[in-house]
């Protein structure tokens, strides 16, 4: 089982960026999938998840209104459309599967990514 994030990246303050979450040895549609992040020196926190069918989708308060999480089944593959970024958002962005159910803590999720560096400059 590996998840594979891609498309982080430098950006400037304002500005977008998609992270993509490709899934091997796994079905995606079984899995409810998240995003978390993880600044240096600061624990692992939630950003957003999607359950299998996107029929529930919860996000952050910080990300709230510039975040969106989507996935494609027929890919295998999860996305995190950021916009309007800021520098308080540069962190690794991880992306977690889990077969249990949708969970905001870093303890709900069975699979990880190796993560994907994301910088915003001011």
Known sequence: VQLVE?????????GSLTL???????SLED??????RQAPGKEREFVAL???SSSTIYYADSVKGRFTISRDNAKNTVYLQMNSLN?????????AATWRGIS???AG??????????????
């Open 87 to 95: 520098p308080e958002d540069t962190a690794t962005y991880y992306c």
């Open 109 to 122: 999720y069975e699979y990880w990514g190796q993560g994907t560096q994301v910088t915003v400059s001011s």
């Open 104 to 106: 905001t803590v870093v």
């Open 6 to 14: 891609s498309g982080g990246g430098l950006v400037q303050a304002g």
């Open 31 to 36: 899995y409810a999938i998240a995003w978390f």
């Open 20 to 26: 993509s979450c490709a899934a091997s040895g796994l």
């Open 50 to 52: 999607i359950n299998w």
